[in-house]
């Protein structure tokens, strides 16, 4: 297991991470997403801290918070000491029926914070996350909020998630004109089979030294081996229930053609191949797994010890390229002869 610092911190978080929305016992949309009881979780994060794994994910709205009793549940049952993990939950969703039980208010994210540290147990959450963009709170209510809450010793890191690259930016110039805490991370949705983040984020979180943590990196189970063009609806399938996140299916068909012959070669899984396809892209900080089986996390546990050749990323490169897209096919034809004007040294 490699580490790497969470965005331009010191702390340092292992590459994968566990992603604990399948823990605990779902309704409506968690139902074919969650399930994993009390014991199972407690065996998928021993799993994972044997395996190097020191970072954690959840949210507040996994399984209506649940999922953050159980993994509290897990930690304490393991005897893992706090200092050891780096736990990182979400604010935003709804979590209640009142009018401000949702969003990333002042007044939901205070209460919000209170309520995962109690469902953690905890005196503090390593990162505090923002879960989505909200189109009515301003953007510096939510900055001031997080920056309080850094100040008082609830939240030692912040970031965001899902959010566009034009307001993060805005984000990170509030937070240097106020002397504000600043994101560190970006969680986002990034797969072979979705490299929009590639068009423009990418280049911002290089550029501002933000860390990317990647969620669903199997597509919500579209890479994980079980789907093809042949077979486009297997049984018990996740995706069957809940198709998401969008995905260009015809696209994806034509990656998995190319995913299975490297699988094949390297006597591994079209799941780990995806996997280690996305840790070998130097700006992904961590990469978020989830499992409801022993054998589904140890299969993505085994995308560390998977080193693809240049000539394989070449290939999956290509086949998951994106399409042009202004102004990013304008902007290289724009400086085919600029790099001549830089000096060597």
Not at 50 to 56: D, K, L, P, S, V
Not at 96 to 123: C, F, Y
Not at 181 to 199: H, N
Not at 220 to 231: A, D, F, I, M, T
Request: charged letters at 25%; aromatic letters at 8%.
């Amino acid at each position: 297991m490699k580490y790497n610092t969470l965005g331009r911190t010191g702390l340092l978080v292992s590459e994968l991470c566990l992603g604990t929305m399948t823990f605990a016992a779902g309704e409506g949309l968690w139902k074919p997403i969650a399930g994993v009881e009390q014991e199972l979780a407690d065996e998928l994060l021993r799993l994972s801290i044997e395996a190097g794994i020191n970072f954690i994910d959840t949210a507040d709205v996994y399984t209506d918070g649940e999922s953050e009793k159980t993994l509290a549940q897990a930690i304490a049952n393991l005897a893992v000491a706090r200092k050891d993990l780096v736990i990182a939950t979400k604010a935003y969703g709804r979590t209640g029926p009142g009018r401000n039980d949702i969003g990333a208010s002042r007044g939901h994210i205070m209460q919000a914070v209170e309520d995962s540290l109690r469902r953690l147990r905890t005196d503090y959450i390593d990162l505090y996350q923002i879960h989505a963009s909200d189109s009515i709170t301003p953007i510096e209510e939510t900055l001031s909020a997080l920056d309080a809450l850094v100040f008082q010793g609830k939240v030692r890191y912040i970031g965001c998630s899902n959010w566009y690259a034009w307001q993060i930016m805005k984000a990170l110039g509030l937070s240097e004109a106020k002397n504000w805490a600043r994101f560190d991370t970006l969680q986002a949705y990034y797969s072979i089979a979705g490299r929009d983040l590639e068009r423009e984020i990418v280049g911002m979180l290089n550029d501002q030294h933000v860390g990317l943590l990647v969620w669903s990196p199997l597509a919500g189970g579209l890479l994980s081996g079980k789907y093809s063009r042949e077979n486009q609806n297997p049984e018990d399938s996740r995706r069957s229930a809940f198709d998401f996140p969008i995905v260009d299916k015809e696209r994806a068909w034509r990656i998995i053609d190319v995913l299975r012959p490297v699988a094949e070669a390297h006597h591994t899984s079209v799941a780990a191949v995806a996997l280690a396809w996305i840790l070998a892209k130097p700006f992904v900080t961590s990469v978020i797994i989830g499992a409801k089986r022993v054998d589904q996390i140890q299969q993505n546990l085994s995308a560390v010890n998977l080193t693809l050749s240049d000539e394989e990323m070449k290939k999956l490169d290509k086949v998951s390229a994106l399409p042009p897209e202004y102004p990013g096919w304008m902007v290289p034809f724009q400086n085919i002869n600029r790099l001549a004007d830089v000096p060597r040294f």
